[in-house]
């Protein structure tokens, strides 16, 4: 059993790693992460395969066209 002192929410693990939480309950399913079971919610455990997890960049959304940059005509 994984050590459980220190444990993170979904959401909050989003914001820290600047990933979707998606992206890692796919983490957690594909055994990169651990996660556990914490009244009726899921929350990563914070060990070694959360130090060292990266999310990977694919699948972004389209970003919007930045109008700073287009010229419009006079």
Do not use: H
Request: glycine share 6%; net charge negative.
């Amino acid at each position: 059993m994984p050590d459980v002192s220190k444990v993170i929410s979904f959401t909050d693990a989003a914001e820290v790693k600047q990933c979707g939480r998606n992206t890692l309950y796919r983490a957690v399913e594909d055994g990169r992460l651990n996660d556990i079971e914490v009244g009726s919610r899921r929350m990563l455990v914070e060990d070694e395969k959360w130090d060292a997890f990266e999310p990977e960049s694919v699948g972004l959304r389209a970003q919007k066209p930045n109008n700073e940059d287009s010229e419009e005509p006079s």
